[in-house]
């Protein structure tokens, strides 16, 4: 795994939000997958960990945004947790996934991955977390993958189009939205395996 992404772990990270702002608006959902890879060097998904979040102090909550994922950021049933206790239950067991891969850090891997990466960092600020496991401005977009592999950039459609099964009815669910995004890189860093495309890269260097 080290020596796929030049020391890097990738690590697929999906938020759910109450606007556009990672600096004023409310993060209130996250989860992340962890990635592995087999004997043969296919990735394969690993463990998935989800929470949900409590507004931060002063949080903007656009309504828009929670008519859109349908979200009540003060329902009790939510169980959500702080913004600080969420981002370190899920930083603990990347840091830890980091180390038994060999990798140097994790690389945030997200479906339009600027968005998620922006509200994972802006939260990290605001609770002074000094050990984000994220490097700090490289990620990795099934967006723009999908773009390149099935002519497509909308999660759903590229799913389908890469014979992954997608039921809408889900999708807006962080955990959900994780796990098939997740789903998407591995099958298109594994078909490019297959295709001749990473041996070729390998073989340079030899």
């Not at 206790?85 to 980091?98: C, G, M, N, S, T």
């Not at 390149?148 to 959900?176: E, M, N, P």
Request: hydrophobic content about 40%; charged content about 25%.
């Amino acid at each position: 795994m080290s020596n796929r992404f030049r020391g890097y772990l990738p690590v697929v990270i999906d938020v759910e939000t109450a606007g556009f702002n990672a600096q004023t608006d409310a993060l209130l959902e996250i989860a992340a997958v962890t990635l592995t890879m087999d004997d043969d060097g296919n990735l394969l998904i690993d463990e998935s960990y989800e929470f949900n979040v409590a507004p931060f102090e002063g949080a903007n909550l656009e309504k828009s945004a929670l008519d859109f994922t349908g979200i009540d950021p003060y329902n009790p049933l939510r169980g959500a947790i702080p913004e600080e206790e969420a981002l370190e239950k899920i930083f603990k067991p990347i840091r830890k996934a980091v180390k038994s891969h060999n990798c140097k850090r994790a690389i945030l891997v997200g479906h339009n991955a600027s968005f998620d990466h922006g509200f994972v960092t802006a939260a990290a600020e605001r609770c002074d977390i000094k050990r984000n496991p994220f490097h700090p401005f490289s990620t990795f977009d099934t967006a723009t993958l999908a773009g390149l592999a099935f002519g497509h950039t909308v999660l759903a459609r590229s799913c389908d189009l890469a014979d992954i099964d997608f039921d809408g009815k889900q999708a807006h669910s962080a955990l959900y939205d994780t796990m098939k995004t997740a789903e998407l890189f591995c099958t298109i860093v594994n078909r490019w395996k297959d295709l001749g495309g990473w041996q070729m890269v390998e073989d340079r260097f030899e």
